[in-house]
């Protein structure tokens, strides 16, 4: 499709699905779900109310028309590949990271439990906050509240830590006590709640009701594939954000011990990424080719649930899937590689059938220049000391190292050409890092 057509379309198809949305934005369409019986992060913390069997009729058109329908949506054109017949998931969405294209989607708007895929919301609110190096001693009102069965990096009271670490056990072990940690250095969890609802209208996610910043289950806490999605391609556009989502493994802070003699000491212990696409570990999941990120998720209530982000030739998808009802190991990571694996030999011979919108503000950035800005969230501009990135392709010289398919470099964050958005234009991800081999 020649390049002003395809615009025409797109500029069409984004007003349709404005005027669709504002005839869903009902007090009955924007409310959630009832509360949850018995909300859990183990399967041993007991049962809990499942979702609804079936999505509903009528969903969000943010982004297009046809992703507030239910089932599944794809326009294949000739010698474009079939969907996998084997998915199982929920809700699902294959989407360009860079352009925004939606490839194809499964009840995308579909208001379900988010889990700890939430963590992108709440690093993306809160990275910007405090530089790697701050420092912060925990006191054992900054853990109140972490929920039973929770996910934990293994943070000690009377300890101090930096954001840095803090950060590595949010994105590697999906600590909720690092998460809560973190919201009590933002002013508490209701302010650190009342901050991810703020920023998550920001991006037009508007499927999301936030009232656990960690995901752990919780009354009409819900989000979706589509909202999913957009924090992560948000969370992409900064440096640490690619940086934590996308190491493998890391060192983290011990506890401090006293010997004998009085002489005290503290060694690290290793943590790896639970994310098994990233870090494989398991016989029936390898490493995905070009994975670089993002994050992964479980509870009783949400099942699992991921988001991840890969590149293979130059093109840059995101793929998120929501509580597969196959009750297998790592099925969750198995549809997300089928996914991925289409979507790369899809991408131009589709037709999208949506888009994601970009958030509110690009829409009405000033058409000056915007300052130079470093990619960072509050980031000093060194590495990760002791993180060790994804791995991918061999490069050139066969050098080892870091090589993040989302682009931890040493430059700039490509800005906005002309400084205001056009709904025609790409929103660019970072210049893409060429992975070299695992280590």
């Known amino acids: 499709m020649p390049a002003p057509q395809k615009a025409v379309r797109r500029s069409l198809l984004v007003t349709s699905a404005a005027l669709t949305a504002l005839a869903l934005l009902t007090p009955t369409a924007l409310a959630a779900p009832g509360p949850t019986a018995n909300p859990s992060a183990s399967p041993s913390a007991g049962p809990s109310a499942s979702p609804s069997a079936t999505p509903p009729a009528s969903m969000s058109a943010v982004g297009g028309a046809r992703l507030g329908k239910p089932g599944t949506q794809v326009d294949l054109a000739g010698g474009a590949p079939v969907l996998p017949k084997d998915l199982t998931a929920r809700s699902w969405i294959v989407a360009d990271a860079e352009s925004g294209d939606v490839l194809a989607a499964h009840n995308a708007h579909w208001r379900l439990a988010p889990a700890s895929t939430l963590k992108m919301l709440f690093a993306d609110t809160l990275l910007p906050k405090w530089p790697k190096t701050t420092e912060h001693k925990v006191v054992p009102s900054d853990l109140a509240g972490v929920g039973a069965g929770s996910s934990m990096v293994g943070i000690k009271e009377e300890e101090t830590y930096t954001v840095h670490d803090l950060w590595l056990g949010v ?15 933002n002013g508490g969890v209701d302010k650190t709640v009342e901050d991810m609802n703020e920023h998550a209208e920001e991006l037009q996610a508007l499927d999301t009701t936030v009232v656990s910043p960690d995901g752990y289950d919780a009354p009409r806490q819900v989000s979706s594939a589509y909202d999913l999605t957009l924090f992560a391609r948000s969370g992409l556009q900064k440096k640490d954000f690619r940086e934590y989502a996308s190491t493998v493994r890391a060192k983290f802070p011990g506890e401090t011990k006293k010997d004998k003699k009085g002489k005290t000491s503290r060694e690290s212990f290793e943590i790896q990424n639970t994310n098994r696409l990233l870090s494989g570990g398991d016989s029936d999941v390898s490493v995905y080719p070009g994975i670089a990120g993002v994050k992964n998720g479980y509870t009783t209530n949400a099942g699992y649930t991921f988001t991840g982000v890969a590149e293979q030739g130059g093109k840059v998808l995101l793929v998120t899937v929501m509580n597969p009802e196959k009750d297998e190991h ?3 990571y198995k549809e997300t590689a089928r996914l991925f694996d289409w979507g790369f030999k899809a991408a131009g011979k589709v037709e999208p059938v949506g888009e994601l919108v970009p958030p509110r ?5 000033s058409p000056r220049p915007a300052p ?9 501009g060194k590495g990760a000391a002791g993180a060790k990135p994804v791995a991918g392709a061999p490069a050139a010289d066969g050098s080892s190292g870091v090589g993040v398919a989302a682009g931890i470099t040493a430059g700039l964050l490509v800005l906005l050409a002309g400084g205001a958005f056009l709904i025609n234009r790409k929103w660019p991800l970072p210049d893409l890092v060429r992975r070299r081999t695992r280590p």
């Open 171 to 185: 994105f590697l072990r999906s600590g909720n006590d690092a998460v809560h940690v973190l919201s009590a250095m």
């Open 361 to 365: 503000s690009a829409a009405q950035a």
């Open 372 to 380: 130079a800005a470093s990619g960072e969230a509050g980031g000093t």
């Open 330 to 332: 790592n099925e969750v």
